[in-house]
């Protein structure tokens, strides 16, 4: 088999952490490969042929596509990749996959934290804890708790598996209702307003797509049990904020947990800031100390499968969306 060649992509800064961690990873997994890291469109040779191109979604990838004579396949170091359709780029040509799962552990415990932030009103806490002031109330609990998940990709199917560890009930949406966790109970669109009525965390993880956009909008939340937590950790256009702002003001959410946004950062004149029922983070619930490793185990993954004559783990369904 003739020696490959990777190319990975990356900011300077942010490849410069990374540098001695991915090499060692790529070495370990490819030990013939070839690998060329550049930070920028004009470190990479012009008219360079590899067989894969590593890379986020960067602003300048088309850029530093366009200066290679050849590529086969594209792997996306995120599991969203929303941002590549407006790129002008062939997607039907090469094979793409993404590091579909990489964020599951992260953004669960994140979504579990944010549901254990307003049942046991942690934030009330903290705000006390600034004065010298003793005041005593009874908390929530988690377990019985019912919870919908819209999106039952893997950081959905992961976190119905914690929560149902809490003694929650769970329920998920997916595009497929015929592909769902074991445990789960499958939801259509047409069936999430009677499920909604009944459920008191709605926690939203699902990509951003035609499909997907504005789906979380005022009608939505209307249908919700009055009181319930909406936390989102979906992708900046699902969720419609203003009609969030209205929920919350007419009493039907009694919190939310919010870490993207229509858009970001967050303006300051946004209606969400300095409210106490709201969670505000900036968009941070999918980081973690080991997002390189998986995306890169991901990569490795996806390639021991196509050396075996197999289908990609990870494909981007150009189709789908994501």
């Not at 966790?181 to 009677?194: A, F, H, I, Q, V």
């Not at 100390?289 to 993954?301: C, G, T």
Request: charged fraction near 25%; aromatic fraction near 6%; proline fraction near 6%.
């Amino acid at each position: 088999m003739p020696r490959e060649t990777l190319l990975f992509l990356q900011h300077e800064d942010v490849l410069a952490r990374q540098r001695e961690a991915l090499l060692s990873q790529l070495a370990e997994g490819l030990p013939e490969a070839r690998v060329l890291l550049a930070s920028s469109p004009v470190q990479v040779p012009d008219r360079l042929r590899v067989d894969a191109v590593i890379t986020p979604t960067l602003p300048w990838l088309p850029e530093a596509l366009s200066r290679l004579e050849h590529y086969d396949w594209i792997h996306f170091l995120s599991s969203g990749v929303e941002a590549i359709w407006a790129m002008p780029f062939d997607k039907h040509r090469v094979l793409m996959t993404r590091s579909a799962g990489v964020h599951a552990p992260a953004m669960s415990e994140f979504a579990l934290g944010a549901m254990l932030y307003f049942a046991k009103r942690f934030g009330s806490w903290t705000r006390q804890s600034a004065s010298p002031h003793w005041r005593r109330e009874w908390l929530g609990e988690l377990t019985g708790a019912r919870l919908t998940i819209l999106g039952m990709g893997r950081v959905g199917s992961l976190l119905a598996e914690r929560a149902r560890l809490f003694g929650m009930q769970v329920n998920g949406l997916r595009r497929h209702a015929d592909n769902i966790s074991e445990g789960m109970t499958p939801l259509t669109l047409s069936r999430l307003p009677e499920v909604l009525a009944d459920t008191d965390y709605l926690v939203v993880c699902l990509p951003l797509t035609d499909e997907t956009r504005g789906l979380v909008d005022e009608r939505l939340l209307e249908s919700l049990r009055p009181g319930a937590v909406l936390v989102d950790i979906s992708r900046g256009g699902v969720v419609c904020e203003s009609a969030v702002i209205k929920s919350l003001e007419a009493g039907r959410l009694s919190g939310a947990a919010l870490d993207v946004f229509e858009r970001e950062p967050l303006p300051k004149s946004s209606r969400l800031w300095g409210r106490e029922d709201v969670l505000l983070t900036p968009h941070v619930s999918g980081t973690t100390p080991f997002y390189l490793e998986r995306a890169v185990a991901l990569f490795l993954d996806n390639h021991r499968a196509l050396v075996a004559g197999q289908a990609p783990l990870t494909p981007v369904d150009v189709e789908a969306g994501y």
